[in-house]
């Protein structure tokens, strides 16, 4: 199992400059990856200063040279597909192959997400996938979904990572539609429930989504890393909060659990 911190580029010491400074701590304490959550505004609250999150993952590549990198999760839906497309492949170059893409459909309290209904969302994500995965063969394009449209459109830079870079899919697992979706793609960042009434992931929904599909990577985050790893989740993360920086290092100084 490999572990992994996420945070939120938001507020003091969680700028660009500020999060190279904690991703090198990061792999000098032993973690696997450190994860950003992508906001432009942190869950709603204009008061806390928030960080172009793909900027910040730049800073965090050159500052670093073992650990993963990436989103969990960028809600698609908000940004145009072929341009996540080309600053994904940007970013694997720059990192030499170390990033990965989790994304979701948004968070309701997102001021920038269109104003759709989940269900819209949902196909804007799904067709948005289909767009960057096609635009990542290097090939031209022809696309004609309800949302998004090509007429042989062609990114001729490929990623470093193949067959592309790791697209991991959050979302609410009890629904069939995002379990479909998590099993598509290469990877699960999921949780349970809905944002009114969360549930903890359990290492029986890690066993049950691994039944399905066995060459898949599944990521939990919080409850007992030895339970998961059991399970046999590829993953276990650990969340911090919008905290003073020296509070953050001090936590990531810890490091990763023992199992």
């Known amino acids: 199992m490999k572990f992994s911190v996420t945070v939120g580029a ?3 010491g969680r700028d660009p400059r500020g999060l190279a400074e904690l991703a090198r701590a990061v792999e000098d304490c032993g ?26 993952l730049a800073a965090m590549a050159v500052a670093t040279s073992r ?26 170059h720059l990192s030499d192959g170390r990033i990965i893409l989790g994304v979701g459909i948004g968070d309701p309290g997102d001021p920038f997400l269109p ?41 001729t830079a490929r990623p470093v990572q193949r067959p592309r870079i790791p697209i991991w899919v ?10 479909r979706r998590i099993l598509r793609w290469d990877g699960s960042c999921a949780d349970k429930g809905s944002t009114d009434a969360p549930q903890q992931l359990l290492p029986d929904d890690v066993r049950g989504l691994l039944a399905e ?10 409850g007992d890393p030895a339970a998961f790893a059991a399970a046999d989740a590829a993953w276990w993360g650990r969340w911090i909060p919008p905290l003073p920086a020296d509070e953050t290092l ?10």
């Open 10 to 12: 938001v507020g003091a």
């Open 31 to 56: 973690w696997d990856a450190l994860f950003l959550e992508d906001y432009l505004v942190y869950q709603g609250d204009a008061s806390e200063p928030t960080y172009d999150p793909w900027i910040c």
């Open 67 to 92: 650990i993963r990198i990436g989103t969990t999760v960028t809600p698609l839906p908000r940004r145009h597909p072929w341009k996540v497309a080309a600053e994904a492949v940007a970013l694997d």
């Open 115 to 155: 104003a759709q209904p989940p269900k819209v969302l949902a196909e804007m994500l799904d067709e948005g996938l289909d767009v960057i995965d096609r635009l990542w063969t290097g090939q031209q394009v022809s696309f004609a979904g309800e949302h998004y449209q090509l007429d042989g459109a062609q990114l």
């Open 170 to 179: 959050g979302g609410n697992l009890l629904v069939p539609a995002v379990r």
């Open 213 to 222: 599909r066995g060459d898949f990577t599944v990521k939990v985050s919080g």
């Open 250 to 259: 001090a936590i990531v100084r810890q490091g990763p659990p023992t199992l």
